[in-house]
């Protein structure tokens, strides 16, 4: 159980374009997803929390307008990059919060390619 | 169907014991094992395995990977009140799949 997927898993975009991901809890509600970008090194960055019906909070120094988020219901998260450009090319990773619980379930990831 | 599998579930202590983590994996492409500690905002990143039988060491932390059983350990020594958070284990190539983690409380 709990199981949280996102798709597409890999995307290769043309700088300027806008990409979207998914991301889904499968057997569970979410009241609360989370958006990651993982950088060299491994390291993971929170980028927002995402709470169903209502706006997402972004973290110090993401953009809102190019990172755009939409949690419609409790079981999906959208995160869409805008005008993507190369240095968007990373690892997003998504991750969500049981109802009621305090434990996250990561998803898969998605690779981002902006050519 | 590719899995990560931490054990055990949780775990508590007492300051100053040490402690073992455990993560097991089947993905069909494996490229390296990565350990995090989450506390409130992202997992920070503690150690990535490539290779087996080579312990990473950082602190009181360490870490080694047995690719041939497919399973990793993460050892804590001397635990301290400030370690207490969830660990997580992920496995990584195309894609990376997370455990579902292990939560460590130490008690003081």
């Known amino acids: 159980g709990a199981v949280v997927s996102q798709h597409p898993s890999r995307v290769i975009c043309k700088s300027g374009t806008s990409v979207k991901i998914e991301c889904r809890s499968l057997d569970f509600q979410a009241t609360t997803m989370f958006w990651y970008r993982q950088f060299p090194k491994q390291s993971l960055m929170l980028m927002a929390t995402s709470n169903e019906g209502s706006k997402a909070t972004y973290e110090q120094g993401v953009e809102k307008d190019k990172f755009l988020i939409n949690h419609a219901s409790l079981t999906l998260s959208t995160l869409t990059v805008t005008s993507a450009h190369p240095e968007d090319s990373s690892f997003y990773i998504c991750?969500?919060?049981?109802?009621?619980?305090?434990?996250?379930?990561f998803g898969p990831g998605t690779r981002l390619t902006v050519l | 169907e590719d899995k990560v599998v931490q054990s055990p579930l949780s775990l508590v202590v007492h300051e100053g014991d040490t402690v073992t983590l455990n993560c097991s994996y089947e993905v069909t492409n494996f490229r390296s094992l990565l350990w995090y500690k989450q506390e409130k905002k992202a997992p920070t990143f503690l150690f990535m395995l490539t290779s087996s039988g080579i312990e990473k060491k950082s602190g009181r932390l360490s870490s080694i990977l047995d690719k041939k059983e497919l399973f990793s350990i993460l050892n804590i020594t001397a635990t301290q009140t400030g370690d207490s958070a969830v660990y997580l284990c992920?496995?990584?190539?195309?894609?990376?799949?997370f455990g579902k983690g292990t939560r460590l409380h130490i008690l003081p």
């Open positions: 991750s969500a919060l049981r109802a009621g619980t305090d434990t996250q379930y």
């Open positions: 992920a496995v990584g190539d195309d894609k990376i799949i």
